[in-house]
């Protein structure tokens, strides 16, 4: 099990599985939210992602469909 939070430290999260293969993007939406080059990503699915607190605080953003 991995443990993580956001940037606030306010939401807090589990992610009760093992990571997909971690890959790199570089397409315009990933380098503008994390303003750099690239951005690293793990899929996970939802049953195995859980918010543990502060989900009050968390807004959706779909920067591409499905995305």
Do not use: H, W
């Not at 570089?26 to 503008?32: H, P, Q, V």
Request: contains cysteine; charged residues 20%; glycine residues 8%.
């Amino acid at each position: 099990m991995l443990t993580g939070s956001g940037l606030c430290r306010t939401v807090r999260f589990e992610i009760r599985a093992e990571l997909g293969s971690i890959v790199y993007c570089y397409c315009e939406s990933c380098r503008k939210v994390q303003g750099t080059a690239f951005v690293a990503n793990a899929p996970v699915t939802e049953e195995d992602f859980v918010v543990t607190s502060g989900a009050e605080f968390i807004a959706e953003y779909e920067s591409s469909p499905g995305k």
